[in-house]
């Protein structure tokens, strides 16, 4: 989500950071690409015309600090109004109301209500102890009362039993009713859908409010629904009164516009996003991280709390230690690919990371993307546990075999033995050094296949975040947070390096820029 925005939005802002000094006539030509570039990402016009005209007001004739390039001051004028347009802060699911608190869950039907449904639960009941009942309210969609049945048995939920006959009001009052008898502190009512919005449909939503009298209504919307989405949005507001929203589909290659209009339109936070299928795949939108994002800003704060959730802090001390003896085998290499995937893989990591979204591209060019890694994973499955723990085992026969088990040839098990016998040396030389965890070794040596030997230098700066134990990570979090991408990033964050041989602006000082990709022949 996003991609094609960023690109677009990192082209133009890059054009006006370069320039001395800007006119007026300079600050129309960018606003007219920026306008093109949102209208193209399916962002609503109304929306589009109210932003540039915000971002030209403050814009022509800002005062410009003598420390900072007019180009650098525009590209943080649209940065400010982006995560305005988005709603300045994140606002979670409010349960600060008597028990049970009803959520009611609306939207047009296919754009994920139900299993949303279950993902909100399945959220309250792991990370905020509350015990949850879902109710389905569908008695049209065949089957929508037994999935979400399904879901609660998968995550553990209580789910409201099945009266054949009952209307979506009964089955409402029914399900408060026994969460009130069961002591649960939320109940969940996944309401019916249409295929588009009609009268009965909103009639129907305007009753189950009446006799639930729900503490939130979430309007669940498929971030790909584009242009449709500002009507879909103001509709069920006017109608029913939301008072948040749920985008689902977010790890979409969709174009984004969603996100960015019906927050305007309604000026109803988006809550919730969904960013995968599993159970868990459910996060909260904070609107500062997404607009850092789009401007190709990284986002070190969701790098952080990813790792948080994904590090292991036992394994992390047993790695540790392994390494500070020079062992590193392919059961090792096999965790750290695995470990990287769960933080969103290589160009995940290297989206959040600022400056180097535009990496992910020439990585991809040069075969070192997320296809490769689970390539590599797969070799190592193939593997006998003898040859995991002792790759000099390997010999022609055993590569022949394990080639044919994983789909590969000789050719991509010889890449893998030369990166970990790499790997392995560096351990070797690293000794009894503090830190030196994967994450930064990894991304060294794949910066020295590529040409950009200064990278395991400059990523210096970059907190290894594998060796961190979890209150280390949770004060990095802080840190980041309190500090803002604008101002520095504590720690040794501000070292990061620029991609063309200078710093990254904005982001504080440090170590120097890294040399270039080598030019084409």
Do not use: W
């Amino acid at each position: 989500m996003f991609e094609s925005l960023q690109d677009r939005l990192g082209s133009i802002l890059n054009g006006l950071t370069g320039r001395g000094a800007l006119s007026e006539a300079d600050v129309s030509a960018a606003l007219r690409e920026v306008r093109r570039a949102l209208l193209e990402a399916d962002v609503a016009l109304e929306v589009v015309r109210s932003f540039t005209e915000r971002v030209r007001e403050k814009a022509v004739g800002a005062n410009v600090l003598k420390s900072i390039k007019p180009g650098q001051m525009v590209v943080k004028i649209v940065h400010d109004e982006l995560v305005e347009m988005l709603g300045a802060t994140g606002v979670s699911i409010d349960l600060n109301a008597p028990a049970p608190v009803v959520i009611m869950m609306v939207g047009l039907q296919g754009s994920g209500k139900t299993t949303t449904s279950g993902k909100i639960a399945h959220r309250l009941h792991t990370r905020d102890k509350k015990k949850v009942l879902m109710a389905s309210l569908d008695t049209r969609r065949p089957a929508a009362q037994e999935q979400l049945r399904q879901l609660g048995v998968q995550a553990g939920i209580d789910t409201l039993p099945v009266i054949a006959g009952q209307s979506p009001t009964d089955i409402a009052a029914r399900a408060v009713q026994a969460a009130k008898l069961g002591g649960h502190d939320v109940v969940i009512l996944d309401t019916a859908g249409r295929t588009h919005i009609d009268e009965p449909l909103m009639i129907e939503m305007a009753e189950i409010k009446r006799r639930s009298n729900p503490h939130e209504i979430l309007l669940v919307a498929d971030a790909l629904t584009g242009q449709d989405a500002v009507n879909l949005a103001r509709n069920f507001d006017e109608r029913v009164g939301i008072t948040g929203l749920v985008l689902t589909r977010m790890d979409g290659d969709g174009r984004g516009g969603a996100a960015l209009s019906m927050r305007a339109v309604t000026g109803k936070p988006i809550k919730l996003i969904g960013v995968g299928e599993k159970m868990s795949e459910l996060d909260e939108f904070h609107p500062r991280r997404v607009a850092d994002r789009i401007l190709g800003m990284g986002d070190i704060v969701s790098l952080v709390e990813k790792a948080a959730e994904n590090i292991d802090a036992e394994k992390a001390a047993a790695m540790a230690a392994k390494m500070k003896s020079g062992k590193f085998d392919l059961n090792d290499l096999a965790d750290q690919l695995s470990q990287m995937q769960k933080m969103g893989g290589m160009g995940g990591i290297m989206g959040m990371m600022p400056g180097m979204s535009g990496m992910k591209d020439k990585m991809a060019a040069a075969g070192l993307d997320d296809r490769m890694f689970k390539r590599q994973m797969a070799i190592i499955s193939s593997m006998t546990k003898a040859e995991r723990a002792n790759p000099d085992l390997l010999k022609h026969s055993r590569k022949k075999r394990i080639a044919s088990g994983s789909g590969t040839d000789a050719a991509d098990i010889n890449k893998l033995l030369k990166m970990h016998r790499q790997m392995a040396d560096m351990m070797k030389a690293m000794g009894g050094k503090k830190g030196g965890g994967m994450m930064k070794q990894m991304m060294g040596g794949l910066a020295g296949k590529m040409g950009l030997g200064g990278m395991a230098g400059g990523m210096g700066g970059m907190p290894d975040l594998s060796s961190l134990d979890p209150k280390q990570l949770e004060a990095l979090q802080k840190q980041a947070e309190a500090a803002g991408l604008g101002k520095g990033m504590p720690g040794g964050m501000g070292g990061l390096p620029g991609m063309g041989g200078g710093k990254l602006p904005g982001l504080g000082g440090g170590f120097p820029g890294l040399p270039g990709l080598p030019k084409k022949k």
